[in-house]
């Protein structure tokens, strides 16, 4: 009879971190309630894939019920040239336009903001806020250790990308610094 109540224990021990897993804090509840009603997700989720390409960064965002969320951040760039590298003033005013204006918006509804469907974010808009949120958070909650040229580390270096992207643009910087000695 012992034994047989040791096992349940040891049985409800070993099941216990499983169900923790998906309970979120308080502050996280906030959130989820705010992203699902923005963005008909919830909290957890996690990033399901992301790819980039040129100027544009996509993905999808999954969260436990099956709801999904496809996104991009990008900009139209058709009809920009790009002036001669080796003209480093051209380069620098070529990069402060181009970095600047239009904005890099973040875009919902389609994993290209050029897509049928891809609905963008106003910079400075609080969905805005919320969308920086849920890459951030998805970025964090799929950091589970993986191998340097595993796909996984991609996804979350482009959208932690976007973040950090979106972030700097709301701070009034370039969206992408321009070089090595811009570190803001």
């Known amino acids: 009879m012992r034994a047989a109540h040791i096992a349940v224990l040891a049985v409800i021990l070993v099941l216990l971190p499983a169900c923790e897993r998906h309970t979120l804090n308080t502050a996280d509840r906030r959130l989820s309630k705010r992203i699902e009603s923005t963005f008909g997700i919830s909290l957890p989720c996690s990033l399901s894939r992301c790819n980039g390409g040129g100027f544009v960064v996509g993905g999808l965002v999954v969260d436990t019920k099956g709801d999904s969320l496809k996104w991009a951040w990008g900009r139209p760039w058709e009809g920009v040239r790009v002036p001669e590298w080796g003209d480093r003033h051209r380069v620098e005013a070529y990069l402060d336009s181009a970095f600047k204006n239009p904005p890099t918006l973040a875009y919902v509804g389609a994993e290209d903001y050029r897509a049928p469907g891809a ?12 969308f920086i949120q849920l890459l951030w958070y998805v970025v ?3 950091s589970v250790y993986s191998a340097p040229l595993d796909p996984s580390v991609h996804k979350r270096l482009f959208a932690a990308s976007a973040a950090r ?3 700097r643009q709301r701070a009034g910087k370039t969206p992408l610094r321009k070089s090595q000695a811009d570190t803001s």
């Open 165 to 167: 992207g979106l972030q």
């Open 140 to 142: 964090g909650a799929d």
């Open 119 to 130: 609905r963008p974010l106003s910079v400075g808009s609080s969905a805005e806020s919320l």
